[in-house]
């Protein structure tokens, strides 16, 4: 396992939180009195409503998400997420290894939907300066794809991993 992609995937995500953020400080002042509030992904046509402290809401939820996934570091065991059986589960080693693979999936999932979250805020962003005529679907939808795709290969991950101790 690599011995520093936790911590290097936890920095990434607290950049990206930490970008939402200033993102948002820094272009609320400087929108127009009437902002989009919300993209209707079905049509492309924005919510436009009255400037407010609203707009604050994504990289809000953000936080909040961001402080979930956290939390299922802690209260998530490995077995569960990566769906290996407990009773395939002998040694400490494993069980510490499968706790690591976990804490990289979950930092790597979380990096996709930190993605999510602030390419929806830019998009506002953009579109209430009418700098562009809407969101990348297929930047959009290629976020949600690998998400999806990330999390078989965590598992099979999880799988090779306990099949080489049984081995052992």
């Given amino acids: 396992m690599r011995k520093y992609a936790v911590p290097l995937l936890l920095i990434g995500n607290g950049l990206l939180l930490a970008s939402a953020w200033i993102a948002a400080l820094y272009a609320f002042p400087r929108l127009p009195e009437k902002i989009p509030v919300w993209i209707n992904f079905l049509k492309g046509i924005p919510v436009v409503r009255e ?3 609203v707009f604050y809401l994504y990289p809000l939820v953000q936080s909040l998400v961001f402080f979930v996934f956290l939390g299922l570091f802690r209260y998530l065991p490995p077995e569960k ?3 290996v059986p407990s009773r395939r589960i002998v040694s400490d080693k494993i069980r510490r290894l499968l706790s690591e693979l976990k804490k990289e ?4 999932i979380l ?3 930190n993605l999510v979250f602030i390419h929806i805020q830019t998009s506002l962003i953009f579109l209430a300066h009418r700098a562009e005529k809407g969101f990348n679907k297929l930047y ?12 078989p290969y ?10 080489k101790f049984l081995r052992m």
Wanted: aromatic content about 20%.
């Fill in 51 to 53: 400037k407010s402290y």
């Fill in 81 to 83: 997420l990566l769906r």
């Fill in 105 to 108: 999936f979950i930092l790597m």
């Fill in 111 to 113: 990096i996709f939907i």
């Fill in 140 to 151: 959009f939808v290629s976020l949600f794809a690998i998400i999806i795709i990330l999390i």
């Fill in 154 to 163: 965590y598992r099979f991950r999880a799988k090779l991993l306990a099949a």
